[in-house]
Nanobody
């Protein structure tokens, strides 16, 4: 079994910063990809940022220049530094990872339980 546990959400004023963390644990052989998604009320879940094992990153246009994704491969963790937060960033943020549990096994997709980020105007 694999678990993803997020932390670091909360309430912040517009222009402020938050740092989200996600820890992967359990039967992990390799983590191919880790990323952050978000879902606001009444909207579809959308990609915020992703990072592959080699370090290449991708960002949603709406967060480029404000958010930074990073990972610690030794600790099986991924982080999302969010600066210059806007009210429209308010959402539940989910950690996502594609993880192989053994040599030669196909990576499976896992999700965390989500952490609320609320940005007040």
């Amino acid at each position: 079994q694999v678990q993803l546990v997020e932390s670091g959400g909360g309430l912040v004023q517009a222009g402020g910063s938050l740092r989200l963390s996600c820890a992967a644990s359990g039967s992990i052989f390799s983590i191919n990809y880790m990323g952050w998604y978000r879902q606001a009320p009444g909207k579809q879940r959308e990609l915020v940022a992703g990072i592959i094992s080699g370090g290449s990153t991708t960002y949603a246009e709406s967060v480029k220049g404000r958010f930074t994704i990073s990972r610690d491969n030794a600790k099986n963790m991924v982080y999302l530094q969010m600066n210059s937060l806007k009210p429209e960033d308010t959402a539940v943020y989910y950690c996502n990872a594609k993880i192989s549990s053994g040599s030669g096994s196909f990576p499976r997709n896992y999700w965390g339980q989500g952490t609320q980020v609320t940005v007040s105007s």
